[in-house]
């Protein structure tokens, strides 16, 4: 059974910096579409970014690009995301998800089509 447990989050002021990682296991070597989501209080989960499963093609909700990078390192079973510049905005709960769909989706598809989750963690940004 593939898990994912994300790690990372943290209180940090504006412009600040944090990494966030998300260790798979279970998966058996098995590539997987992955993305981060984030989930304000109030408000609907929302796509931050995306890495296919190939890991070449990197997408970037717009609010984001410029500023949040992914990395991912196969040998660890590790997804990264680099978060610079980071602004009150960015405050929410960070998701980590994969997806086993057998072609290319992103951060902009359906929910739906991202079936393993992990816990979130928390990342406040104050200004």
């Known amino acids: 059974q593939v898990q994912l447990v994300e790690s990372g989050g943290g209180s940090v002021q504006t412009g600040g910096s944090l990494r966030l990682s998300c260790v798979i296991s279970?998966?058996?070597?098995?590539?997987?579409?992955m993305a981060w989501f984030r989930q304000a209080p109030g408000k609907e989960r929302e796509g931050v970014a995306s890495i296919e499963m190939n890991g070449y093609i990197h997408q970037y909700r717009n609010s984001v690009q410029g500023r949040f990078t992914l990395s991912k390192d196969n040998a660890k079973n590790t997804l990264y995301l680099q978060m610079n510049d980071l602004k009150p905005e960015d405050t929410a709960m960070y998701y980590c998800a994969a997806s086993g769909y057998p072609g290319t989706i992103s951060h902009r598809s359906p929910l739906s089509l991202w079936t393993i989750w992990g816990q979130g963690t928390q990342v406040t940004v104050s200004s």
């Open positions: 279970g998966n058996s070597g098995r590539q997987f579409n």
